[in-house]
């Protein structure tokens, strides 16, 4: 059975930080792509940023470009998201997505919530 499951949402200040985690299991994951996604209430879901299977190329949305920085541990089956200078308008439910070939799956995500 596979499981994305993210944690390390929460409530912060505009300027602040925080880091998510997504730990995989059910799958080989070294082999998969891993990519963060957001959606704010009332927007369609957009892609944050994205790591390749063994983490030499990193892709990222213009808006969070300079600020977040996405990384991930192979040995733990785990994917970070540091995000740094945080904005309200980086406020949204953050997943994690993998996909391999044909397979992919998908996180049930985490709040986050930047705000004074």
């Known amino acids: 059975q596979v499981q994305l499951v993210e944690s390390g949402g929460g409530l912060v200040q505009p300027g602040g930080s925080l880091r998510l985690s997504c730990a995989a299991s059910?799958?080989?994951?070294?082999?998969?792509?891993m990519s963060w996604y957001r959606q704010a209430p009332g927007k369609e879901r957009e892609l944050v940023a994205t790591?390749?299977?063994?983490?030499?190329?990193?892709i990222y949305a213009d808006s969070v470009k300079g600020r977040f920085t996405i990384s991930r541990d192979n040995a733990k089956n785990t994917m970070f998201l540091q995000m740094n200078s945080l904005k309200p308008e980086d406020t949204a439910v953050y997943y994690c997505?993998?996909?391999?070939?044909?397979?992919?799956?998908w996180g049930q995500g985490t709040q986050v919530t930047v705000s004074s």
């Open positions: 997505k993998a996909l391999y070939l044909r397979s992919a799956y």
């Open positions: 059910g799958i080989t994951f070294s082999w998969y792509t």
């Open positions: 790591i390749t299977s063994v983490g030499a190329v990193t």
